[in-house]
């Protein structure tokens, strides 16, 4: 196995990843859209409902795929290159992507996802295939990214920040879903080879584990739920099944919606742990659209 300590650079980072805004921002300040693992499509906003970006925004890039294959039976990576690469920035592995997609109507849907790797001819971006969900849909990125030939093209926007472990502590706590493993991948990556920790990862087949570069002392576990949103106390449970470690814990997560709310409870309130030891985000929730996943991300945010 590849080891970290001698490879990939962290700068200040979400998955998503993901759930962070995009080029255009609505009246209430919330970005117009934000990712979705059942995601149901999501038309361009009307005038009044979302003003366009900013000047100092540069508007999207359009990028090519260049080739895609299976990382995994549910993990479809597609590689995004093309002259659009002279003018993208270095260093973004861990940070978003929004992916403009067209759409049968003439609309378009906005899927944001992280950057899994960089090269200066082109990006890795991971999909997982989730057709079988626990409600029983998928939506438009993932018809796309199952779709979608090299030489194709697409319009990007990004890109944004990733979120890091922040190092200086005694023990990495980890979870997420397969939404999230671009996001742990890098994360891990860029630890230094001294450090200790745990990370969970939810995926739909044992054949979705991966070679991930880690240092040796931080443990992987993955956990099979075959229908993603299923078991939304899995995460937290495995986490709450190891004894809690000594010293400094940081704890950094994502995942779907109901899932993540386990977690907090767990690392926020049983364990008390602060906004400087804690990151915690949803990607998607259930059932849910972009719009409503958002609503219900700011209705949380207002109870907390």
């Known amino acids: 196995m590849r080891r970290a300590g001698d490879r990939v650079s962290c700068r200040s980072y979400h998955f998503l990843a993901p759930c962070f805004p995009a080029a255009r921002v609505s009246s209430d300040g919330l970005p117009c859209s934000i990712?979705?693992?059942?995601?149901?499509?999501?038309p361009t906003p009307n005038p009044g409902e979302c003003p366009?970006?900013?000047p100092n925004r540069p508007p999207p890039?359009?990028?090519?795929?260049?080739?895609?294959?299976?990382v995994s039976p549910n993990l479809l990576r597609i590689t995004l290159g093309g002259p659009a690469m002279a003018h993208f920035p270095d260093g973004q592995e861990g940070g978003y992507l929004k992916l403009h997609l067209p759409l049968a109507d003439g609309k378009v849907a906005?899927?944001?996802?992280?950057?899994r790797a960089q090269r200066r001819d082109g990006l890795d971006i991971d999909f997982a295939l989730h057709a079988e969900t626990a409600t029983g849909h998928a939506g438009p990125a993932t018809d796309w990214a199952m779709t979608v030939a090299p030489g194709a093209r697409v319009k990007v926007s990004g890109p944004g920040p990733a979120k890091p472990l922040v190092e200086g502590h005694d023990f990495y706590m980890v979870a997420g879903d397969m939404t999230a493993l671009p996001a742990i991948s890098v994360n891990l990556a860029a630890l230094p080879a001294d450090a200790r920790g745990l990370a969970v990862i939810e995926v739909m087949d044992d054949a979705d584990a991966q070679d991930l570069v880690k240092p040796d002392g931080v443990e992987i576990q993955w956990l099979v739920v075959p229908q993603p949103g299923s078991q939304p106390e899995a995460l937290a449970q495995r986490l709450q099944a190891r004894e809690w470690p000594q010293g400094s814990v940081y704890a950094w997560s994502a995942s779907e919606f109901t899932a993540m709310k386990a977690l907090r409870k767990y690392l926020r309130e049983d364990r008390e742990l602060g906004p400087d030891r804690l990151y915690i985000s949803s990607y998607w929730k259930c059932g849910l659209t972009e719009e409503d996943h958002k609503r219900i991300k700011r209705e949380d945010a207002d109870a907390q």
Do not use: C, K
Not at 35 to 42: E, L
Not at 61 to 70: A, I, K, W
Not at 110 to 115: A, C, K, S
């Open 110 to 115: 906005v899927r944001t996802y992280t950057i």
């Open 52 to 54: 366009i970006a900013p």
């Open 61 to 70: 890039r359009e990028f090519e795929v260049l080739s895609r294959h299976n």
């Open 35 to 42: 990712p979705a693992y059942i995601g149901q499509s999501h």
